[in-house]
Protein backbone atom coordinates (compact mmCIF):
# COMPACT_ATOMS: atom_id res chain seq x y z
CA UNK A 1 0.00 0.00 0.00
CA UNK A 2 1.19 3.49 -0.92
CA UNK A 3 -0.65 6.22 0.52
CA UNK A 4 0.36 9.96 -0.47
CA UNK A 5 -0.05 12.40 2.34
CA UNK A 6 -0.26 16.56 1.25
CA UNK A 7 1.97 19.07 3.29
CA UNK A 8 3.12 22.80 3.31
CA UNK A 9 6.23 23.55 3.46
CA UNK A 10 7.58 26.47 5.03
CA UNK A 11 6.63 29.48 3.20
CA UNK A 12 3.72 27.58 1.64
CA UNK A 13 5.18 25.29 -0.90
CA UNK A 14 3.35 21.98 -1.92
CA UNK A 15 4.89 18.84 -0.72
CA UNK A 16 4.12 15.45 -1.12
CA UNK A 17 4.86 12.85 1.89
CA UNK A 18 3.99 9.05 1.03
CA UNK A 19 3.96 6.18 3.42
CA UNK A 20 4.65 2.71 2.10
CA UNK A 21 2.96 0.37 4.88
CA UNK A 22 3.19 -2.95 3.42
CA UNK A 23 6.61 -4.70 3.86
CA UNK A 24 8.27 -6.11 1.28
CA UNK A 25 7.58 -10.08 0.21
CA UNK A 26 10.10 -12.03 2.64
CA UNK A 27 11.09 -9.13 5.01
CA UNK A 28 11.35 -10.07 8.66
CA UNK A 29 8.95 -8.30 11.12
CA UNK A 30 8.65 -7.61 14.53
CA UNK A 31 5.58 -9.00 15.64
CA UNK A 32 2.86 -10.49 14.02
CA UNK A 33 2.19 -10.13 10.12
CA UNK A 34 -0.38 -7.22 9.69
CA UNK A 35 -3.43 -8.00 7.78
CA UNK A 36 -4.07 -6.72 4.51
CA UNK A 37 -7.41 -4.30 6.10
CA UNK A 38 -6.88 -2.22 8.58
CA UNK A 39 -8.84 -1.31 11.38
CA UNK A 40 -9.57 2.24 12.60
CA UNK A 41 -7.94 1.52 16.47
CA UNK A 42 -4.83 0.25 13.93
CA UNK A 43 -4.96 3.41 12.17
CA UNK A 44 -5.10 5.08 15.60
CA UNK A 45 -2.08 2.82 16.84
CA UNK A 46 0.00 3.40 13.85
CA UNK A 47 -0.18 7.06 14.35
CA UNK A 48 0.83 6.79 18.30
CA UNK A 49 4.44 4.57 16.58
CA UNK A 50 7.64 6.70 16.66
CA UNK A 51 8.14 8.83 13.53
CA UNK A 52 10.64 8.52 11.38
CA UNK A 53 10.90 11.24 8.53
CA UNK A 54 13.24 9.97 5.22
CA UNK A 55 15.03 12.60 2.95
CA UNK A 56 16.27 11.73 0.15
CA UNK A 57 19.23 13.40 -1.34
CA UNK A 58 19.73 15.66 -4.51
CA UNK A 59 17.92 14.95 -7.96
CA UNK A 60 16.12 12.47 -5.68
CA UNK A 61 12.63 11.47 -4.42
CA UNK A 62 10.93 9.91 -1.59
CA UNK A 63 9.93 6.26 -3.64
CA UNK A 64 13.85 5.71 -3.58
CA UNK A 65 13.08 4.95 0.33
CA UNK A 66 10.03 2.65 -0.34
CA UNK A 67 12.13 -0.67 0.99
CA UNK A 68 13.41 0.63 3.86
CA UNK A 69 10.14 2.46 5.19
CA UNK A 70 8.57 -0.37 4.03
CA UNK A 71 10.38 -2.85 6.97
CA UNK A 72 10.66 0.58 8.84
CA UNK A 73 6.65 0.43 9.05
CA UNK A 74 7.03 -2.75 11.54
CA UNK A 75 7.94 -0.27 14.27
CA UNK A 76 7.47 2.94 13.19
CA UNK A 77 5.24 5.13 11.40
CA UNK A 78 7.62 6.06 8.62
CA UNK A 79 7.71 8.52 5.83
CA UNK A 80 9.56 9.71 2.98
CA UNK A 81 9.35 13.59 2.00
CA UNK A 82 9.46 14.71 -1.63
CA UNK A 83 11.52 18.13 -1.25
CA UNK A 84 10.68 20.89 -2.86
CA UNK A 85 11.96 20.62 -6.83
CA UNK A 86 11.82 16.94 -6.67
CA UNK A 87 9.22 13.81 -7.02
CA UNK A 88 5.65 15.24 -6.81
CA UNK A 89 6.26 18.09 -4.71
CA UNK A 90 5.67 21.69 -6.28
CA UNK A 91 9.02 23.08 -8.11
CA UNK A 92 8.53 26.92 -7.68
CA UNK A 93 10.59 28.71 -10.91
CA UNK A 94 11.97 30.96 -8.62
CA UNK A 95 12.55 29.05 -5.69
CA UNK A 96 13.91 29.74 -2.65
CA UNK A 97 16.07 26.88 -2.78
CA UNK A 98 18.25 27.41 -0.42
CA UNK A 99 19.26 26.07 2.76
CA UNK A 100 16.84 27.23 4.96
CA UNK A 101 13.89 26.70 2.71
CA UNK A 102 14.87 22.77 2.77
CA UNK A 103 15.05 22.96 6.44
CA UNK A 104 11.64 24.79 6.72
CA UNK A 105 10.32 22.78 4.80
CA UNK A 106 11.25 19.25 7.06
CA UNK A 107 10.57 21.09 10.21
CA UNK A 108 6.87 21.86 8.67
CA UNK A 109 6.13 18.53 7.59
CA UNK A 110 7.38 17.04 10.85
CA UNK A 111 4.94 19.22 12.60
CA UNK A 112 2.18 19.18 10.16
CA UNK A 113 2.24 14.95 10.19
CA UNK A 114 2.81 15.31 13.83
CA UNK A 115 6.21 13.19 13.93
CA UNK A 116 7.62 14.49 16.61
CA UNK A 117 10.17 13.40 18.54
CA UNK A 118 11.17 12.33 15.53
CA UNK A 119 14.05 9.89 13.50
CA UNK A 120 15.16 11.92 10.93
CA UNK A 121 16.99 9.63 8.10
CA UNK A 122 18.78 11.49 5.27
CA UNK A 123 20.54 11.08 2.47
CA UNK A 124 23.32 13.27 0.91
CA UNK A 125 21.87 16.48 0.57
CA UNK A 126 18.84 14.99 2.81
CA UNK A 127 21.27 14.59 5.36
CA UNK A 128 22.23 17.77 5.47
CA UNK A 129 18.99 18.93 5.76
CA UNK A 130 18.69 16.42 8.61
CA UNK A 131 21.71 17.76 10.88
CA UNK A 132 20.77 21.31 10.29
CA UNK A 133 17.28 21.05 11.68
CA UNK A 134 18.04 18.25 14.10
CA UNK A 135 20.75 21.54 15.13
CA UNK A 136 18.21 24.20 14.86
CA UNK A 137 14.89 22.03 16.72
CA UNK A 138 16.36 19.73 18.79
CA UNK A 139 12.86 19.24 20.68
CA UNK A 140 11.69 17.52 17.34
CA UNK A 141 14.28 14.92 17.02
CA UNK A 142 15.09 12.46 18.88
CA UNK A 143 17.70 10.27 16.48
CA UNK A 144 19.30 10.68 13.16
CA UNK A 145 21.02 8.98 10.58
CA UNK A 146 23.44 10.54 7.91
CA UNK A 147 23.93 8.56 4.70
CA UNK A 148 26.60 9.59 2.90
CA UNK A 149 26.78 12.91 2.90
CA UNK A 150 30.24 15.18 3.76
CA UNK A 151 30.62 18.16 6.21
CA UNK A 152 33.23 20.06 4.94
CA UNK A 153 32.98 22.03 1.44
CA UNK A 154 33.15 20.71 -1.91
CA UNK A 155 33.95 23.75 -3.70
CA UNK A 156 33.73 26.02 -6.86
CA UNK A 157 35.23 22.96 -8.95
CA UNK A 158 32.90 20.79 -7.77
CA UNK A 159 30.10 22.62 -8.60
CA UNK A 160 31.88 23.15 -12.02
CA UNK A 161 31.98 19.69 -12.26
CA UNK A 162 28.71 18.85 -12.04
CA UNK A 163 27.44 22.12 -14.39
CA UNK A 164 29.68 19.84 -16.97
CA UNK A 165 27.88 16.59 -15.73
CA UNK A 166 24.23 17.92 -16.54
CA UNK A 167 24.77 19.14 -20.05
CA UNK A 168 26.31 15.87 -20.87
CA UNK A 169 23.18 13.63 -20.78
CA UNK A 170 21.97 12.07 -23.40
CA UNK A 171 18.69 13.78 -23.09
CA UNK A 172 16.12 12.87 -24.42
CA UNK A 173 16.26 8.96 -23.71
CA UNK A 174 14.86 6.98 -26.09
CA UNK A 175 13.97 4.05 -23.53
CA UNK A 176 13.88 3.72 -19.86
CA UNK A 177 16.79 1.01 -20.80
CA UNK A 178 18.74 3.64 -22.12
CA UNK A 179 18.38 5.62 -19.34
CA UNK A 180 19.29 2.69 -17.38
CA UNK A 181 22.39 2.23 -19.25
CA UNK A 182 23.67 5.08 -18.84
CA UNK A 183 24.03 5.91 -15.45
CA UNK A 184 24.70 2.49 -14.50
CA UNK A 185 27.48 1.66 -17.42
CA UNK A 186 28.29 4.65 -19.96
CA UNK A 187 28.28 7.87 -17.61
CA UNK A 188 31.93 8.64 -17.90
CA UNK A 189 31.76 9.49 -14.08
CA UNK A 190 31.32 5.93 -13.27
CA UNK A 191 34.48 4.05 -12.14
CA UNK A 192 32.94 1.06 -12.54
CA UNK A 193 29.47 -0.29 -14.09
CA UNK A 194 26.80 0.00 -10.85
CA UNK A 195 23.26 -1.48 -12.04
CA UNK A 196 21.99 -0.09 -9.00
CA UNK A 197 22.76 3.46 -9.93
CA UNK A 198 20.86 3.30 -13.24
CA UNK A 199 18.17 2.12 -11.53
CA UNK A 200 18.11 5.00 -9.08
CA UNK A 201 17.57 7.11 -12.53
CA UNK A 202 14.91 5.40 -13.94
CA UNK A 203 12.88 6.46 -11.16
CA UNK A 204 12.99 9.65 -11.55
CA UNK A 205 12.54 10.06 -15.08
CA UNK A 206 9.35 10.66 -16.85
CA UNK A 207 7.90 9.90 -20.43
CA UNK A 208 7.25 13.27 -22.63
CA UNK A 209 6.55 13.62 -26.58
CA UNK A 210 10.12 13.29 -27.55
CA UNK A 211 11.65 10.88 -25.03
CA UNK A 212 12.38 10.50 -20.90
CA UNK A 213 13.60 13.18 -19.29
CA UNK A 214 14.01 14.22 -15.72
CA UNK A 215 11.20 15.13 -13.30
CA UNK A 216 13.41 17.38 -11.88
CA UNK A 217 15.57 20.71 -13.59
CA UNK A 218 19.19 20.65 -13.88
CA UNK A 219 19.46 24.09 -13.32
CA UNK A 220 16.88 24.03 -9.88
CA UNK A 221 19.30 21.44 -8.79
CA UNK A 222 22.13 23.45 -9.33
CA UNK A 223 20.50 26.48 -7.46
CA UNK A 224 19.66 23.87 -4.52
CA UNK A 225 23.46 22.77 -4.95
CA UNK A 226 25.35 26.01 -4.71
CA UNK A 227 23.25 26.76 -1.45
CA UNK A 228 25.86 24.25 0.04
CA UNK A 229 28.79 23.12 -1.59
CA UNK A 230 30.82 26.38 -0.92
CA UNK A 231 31.03 26.15 2.92
CA UNK A 232 31.89 23.61 5.34
CA UNK A 233 28.87 22.03 8.18
CA UNK A 234 31.32 21.42 10.94
CA UNK A 235 29.62 23.78 13.25
CA UNK A 236 25.85 22.89 12.87
CA UNK A 237 27.11 19.23 13.14
CA UNK A 238 28.64 19.61 16.65
CA UNK A 239 25.06 21.34 17.59
CA UNK A 240 23.13 18.16 17.05
CA UNK A 241 22.68 16.77 20.39
CA UNK A 242 20.78 13.47 19.39
CA UNK A 243 22.46 10.09 19.17
CA UNK A 244 23.49 9.97 15.53
CA UNK A 245 24.62 7.35 13.18
CA UNK A 246 27.25 8.33 10.37
CA UNK A 247 27.14 5.83 7.37
CA UNK A 248 29.35 5.45 4.71
CA UNK A 249 29.98 3.18 2.02
CA UNK A 250 33.45 2.62 0.93
CA UNK A 251 33.22 3.55 -2.99
CA UNK A 252 30.97 6.68 -1.65
CA UNK A 253 31.39 10.24 -1.17
CA UNK A 254 32.33 10.08 2.13
CA UNK A 255 35.75 8.94 3.45
CA UNK A 256 36.57 7.00 6.27
CA UNK A 257 38.65 10.08 7.76
CA UNK A 258 36.12 12.61 6.96
CA UNK A 259 33.46 10.25 8.34
CA UNK A 260 35.56 9.01 11.42
CA UNK A 261 36.27 13.37 12.26
CA UNK A 262 32.52 13.81 12.28
CA UNK A 263 31.46 11.14 14.65
CA UNK A 264 34.23 12.47 16.97
CA UNK A 265 32.54 16.28 16.47
CA UNK A 266 29.29 14.93 17.31
CA UNK A 267 28.19 14.93 20.62
CA UNK A 268 27.00 10.86 20.05
CA UNK A 269 28.21 10.57 17.11
CA UNK A 270 28.62 6.51 15.57
CA UNK A 271 30.22 5.41 12.96
CA UNK A 272 29.05 2.57 10.17
CA UNK A 273 30.22 1.53 7.11
CA UNK A 274 28.89 -0.60 4.58
CA UNK A 275 30.84 -2.67 2.38
CA UNK A 276 30.67 -2.87 -1.97
CA UNK A 277 28.43 -0.18 -1.20
CA UNK A 278 28.85 3.06 -3.30
CA UNK A 279 26.78 6.52 -2.91
CA UNK A 280 23.74 5.11 -2.79
CA UNK A 281 24.20 3.12 -0.01
CA UNK A 282 20.38 1.62 0.62
CA UNK A 283 20.36 0.95 -3.58
CA UNK A 284 23.60 -0.38 -3.63
CA UNK A 285 23.44 -2.87 -0.77
CA UNK A 286 19.72 -2.92 1.13
CA UNK A 287 20.12 -6.21 3.82
CA UNK A 288 23.29 -4.23 4.28
CA UNK A 289 21.87 -0.87 4.97
CA UNK A 290 19.67 -2.07 6.88
CA UNK A 291 21.57 -4.55 9.04
CA UNK A 292 23.80 -1.08 10.48
CA UNK A 293 20.73 1.23 10.43
CA UNK A 294 17.66 -0.86 12.14
CA UNK A 295 19.89 -1.52 15.55
CA UNK A 296 20.64 2.08 16.16
CA UNK A 297 16.98 2.98 15.43
CA UNK A 298 15.80 0.16 18.14
CA UNK A 299 18.37 1.55 20.50
CA UNK A 300 17.36 5.45 19.94
CA UNK A 301 13.79 5.28 19.36
CA UNK A 302 12.73 2.76 21.23
CA UNK A 303 8.90 1.23 20.43
CA UNK A 304 7.83 0.08 23.48
CA UNK A 305 6.86 -3.24 22.68
Not at 26 to 47: H, I, M, N
Not at 296 to 301: E, H
Amino acid sequence: MVRRINVTGGDGTRLAAWEFADPPKGAPESGESRPAARTAAEEEQDRKAPGVLLLHGLMGRASHWADTARWLSGRYRAIALDQRGHGRSDKPGDGPFDRDAFVADAEAAIEQLDLAPVALVGHAMGALTAWQLAAKRPDLVQALVISDMRASALGEQSQREWEEWFKSWPVPFATLGDVRKWFGEDDPRLERSRLSRGEFFAEVMAERADGWRPVFSPRQMLRARETWVYDAHWDELAQVRCPTLVVRGIDGALGRAEAQEMVRVLPRGIYAEVPEAGHLIHYDRPEDWRRVVEPFLQAALPTGS
